[in-house]
């Protein structure tokens, strides 16, 4: 799982594992961003679930994982 997936060192990251045919899990705040890593990703071959996280939402993001997965 990756969180700030959706810009900088988190989406590199992401693109990292998605070349090497991982299977991932993405989380970030921005959805438009969010949204192109993930087909990005999938483009590789691998897995790629999504997970917006609000500001509204911060309390439970430690439960990110849980919901998309």
Known sequence: MI???SSG????AA?????????????????KALKELAEE???????????INRRSQLPRSNQSGRKCC
């Open 15 to 31: 693109l990292k594992f998605a070349k090497n045919g991982d299977d991932l899990v993405i989380v970030a705040r921005h959805s």
């Open 41 to 51: 990703c999938r483009a590789f071959g691998g897995a790629c679930k999504s997970h």
């Open 9 to 12: 060192s988190g989406r590199a």
């Open 3 to 5: 969180t700030g997936a």
